[in-house]
């Protein structure tokens, strides 16, 4: 793996492990869904002139097959963007009653849910993975289960929920993007996603100007960073790199997550917590490891 490539990635998994800040800190701004759907406008206003300078040419096929591979681009990009609403949704509502690192912890367990959830697809699942679920569910104990009561907070709830959320989302993902060109199916996705939540915003919420100027840093942050640099990023370092690599590297995200909350906003795990990081940590390293061989 070229090192150039190396660095792109894991300059990627720390836009994203920042981008829980950037989240936890907006929400003292708007609410949720003004945050998400303005990140994902702007996210969508990114990627449009990178498609224009690295989309792909115009290839020479028939009117049939560009019919085709246009509908496939407009299906997937609007099961996308629901699947994106859904599960962006619910983790910025969780984001507000939990902190930043359990966060990014609880989010990464889409790596291991992604083979399990794949199991109803008839794809095939690694039999270590199991022993992935089961560090997995011991580090989501130690993590978020506090105090001698079994119980679990609103916020890591509310994240576990939309893990299972991207789990799908990356299932549906590896149905479309085959079909269609990677970048323009995720600008669509982002529109999708970032017009749906506007709607919801004028439903439930009651946005105002002067909060969307006030909370400007964290917004531009989420959407052009997050969603615009950091995708693009990931599409060019994953470039004649080993998946199951580039996953490895990306998942740092959580472990960024963590740090960047103690950073900057002073948020500090317990032992008992950090142990449970540790663990689903090495759940994913695991179930990455285990996915060479599927």
């Keep these: 793996m070229k090192l150039k490539n190396g660095l792109l990635l894991l300059l990627t998994a720390t836009i994203w492990g920042v981008a829980f800040v950037a989240q936890s800190v907006g929400m003292a701004y708007v609410e949720p869904f003004t945050f998400n759907g303005i990140r994902s406008i702007i996210g969508g206003l990114v990627l449009l002139p990178v498609i224009a300078l690295f989309g792909k040419?115009?290839?020479?096929?028939s009117p049939e097959q560009r019919k085709k591979e246009r509908k496939a681009l407009i299906t997937g990009g609007i099961a996308c963007g629901l699947m994106l609403c859904a599960a962006s949704n619910f983790q910025q509502f969780g984001v507000?009653?939990?902190t930043v690192g359990k966060a990014g912890f609880i989010t990464a367990c889409y790596i291991i849910l992604v083979p399990i959830l794949g199991l109803f697809l008839k794809k095939k699942c690694a039999p270590a993975i199991w022993?992935?679920?089961a560090m997995s569910a011991a580090g989501l104990y130690l993590l978020c289960i506090e105090g001698e009561g079994f119980s679990i907070s609103k916020g890591d709830s509310l994240v576990f929920i939309c893990a299972v959320l991207f789990s799908i989302h990356i299932l549906v993902i590896d149905y479309y993007s085959?079909?269609?060109?990677?970048?323009?199916?995720?600008?669509?996705?982002?529109?999708?996603?970032?017009?749906?939540s506007l709607v919801l915003m004028v439903i439930f919420e009651e946005p105002r100007l002067g909060d969307i100027l006030a909370g400007w840093g964290p917004i531009l942050y989420a959407g052009i960073m997050s969603c615009?640099?950091?995708?693009t990023l990931q599409i060019v370092g994953q470039?004649?790199?080993?998946?199951?690599?580039?996953?490895l590297i990306l998942s740092l995200e959580s472990s960024i997550s963590v740090l960047a909350g103690w950073v900057i906003l002073g948020q500090r795990l317990s032992g008992r917590q950090l142990i449970g990081c540790a663990v689903m940590f090495g759940a994913i390293l695991l179930a990455q490891v285990c996915s060479t061989g599927s």
């Excluded at 085959?178 to 749906?196: A, E, H, N, R, W």
């Excluded at 004649?240 to 996953?247: E, F, L, M, Y």
């Design 57 to 61: 040419k115009g290839a020479a096929i």
């Design 96 to 98: 507000r009653y939990t």
């Design 131 to 133: 022993g992935a679920v």
């Design 178 to 196: 085959p079909m269609t060109d990677g970048v323009k199916l995720s600008c669509i996705q982002f529109f999708v996603c970032g017009l749906l």
């Design 228 to 231: 615009g640099v950091a995708y």
């Design 239 to 247: 470039k004649g790199v080993n998946p199951t690599i580039a996953s």
